[in-house]
């Protein structure tokens, strides 16, 4: 079974400052899809980014993008000057390529964007 | 994007009774998938929504506390009955658009509270 570790349950950086969230995963699979979502206090569950994992090249959107480092099981999300609008729960999660599109979660890290 | 409507957005329910919510997508998806979200908690997946066809349920899930029908391809209704108090949570539909594949996508969730 796969886990998803995120070790920082909060973090807060300052408006248009810069901030990475980490995350961990276990997984004896060799093909996978890794993603971060955003939740805000609406609860809608929002996808950042998504990397595949037999992609190289770090996956990258406007502001986010991510470190993903194979060997070391590790993809970590940074995003770039940071707004008010990012403050959110985020949550980074695995899915097992022909695992039927189940998405594993970590246990999330709350951003707080301060003025 | 699925464009994807969940009822209700939020329920207040008496111990002993049943609530339906439904998810509601405005495009022929492939997949749908049920989400229980505790407080303060991670996203944990319920069960998988077969069209035409009994759902398949994760590990500590039973068709008897939380049926679930999908009768086409863009509707489905998960029950969750007898409440108890331990059943407050957010609950969250998810789905796989054709054509984009592995990205879930999600409703709005539904919040409810068990007295």
């Known amino acids: 079974a796969q886990t998803v570790t995120q070790s920082q349950p909060e973090m807060s950086v300052q408006e248009a400052e810069t901030v990475t969230l980490s995350c961990t995963y276990d997984?004896?699979?060799?093909?996978?899809?890794l993603f971060w979502y955003k939740q805000p206090p609406s609860r809608q569950m929002i996808l950042v980014i998504r990397?595949?994992?037999?992609?190289?090249q770090n996956a990258t959107e406007n502001r986010f993008s991510v470190n993903f480092q194979k060997a070391a099981k590790s993809f970590s999300l940074k995003i770039s000057d940071s707004q008010l609008g990012d403050t959110a729960m985020y949550f980074c999660?695995?899915?097992?390529?022909?695992?039927?599109?189940?998405?594993?979660f970590g246990t999330g890290t709350q951003l707080k964007v301060e003025l | 994007s699925a464009v994807i409507s969940q009822k209700p957005s939020r329920d207040i329910c008496q111990r002993g009774t049943s609530l339906t919510i439904q998810c509601q997508v405005d495009?022929?998806?492939?997949?749908m998938f049920w989400y229980r979200q505790q407080p303060g908690q991670s996203l944990t997946l319920i069960a998988t929504?077969?069209?035409?066809?009994?759902?398949?349920?994760e590990s500590g899930f039973v068709i008897d506390k939380f049926p679930i029908s999908r009768p086409n391809l863009t509707f489905s209704t998960l029950t969750v009955s007898n409440m108890s108090p331990e059943d407050s949570s957010i609950y969250l539909c998810?789905?796989?658009?054709?054509?984009?594949?592995?990205?879930?996508?999600f409703g709005s969730g539904t919040q409810l509270s068990v007295l």
């Open positions: 990397q595949e994992a037999y992609k190289q």
């Open positions: 929504a077969n069209q035409g066809s009994e759902a398949t349920y």
């Open positions: 997984t004896s699979e060799n093909n996978y899809y």
């Open positions: 998810s789905v796989v658009s054709t054509g984009l594949n592995e990205k879930l996508f």
């Open positions: 495009s022929q998806v492939t997949m």
């Open positions: 999660a695995f899915m097992n390529t022909g695992g039927g599109n189940k998405l594993t």
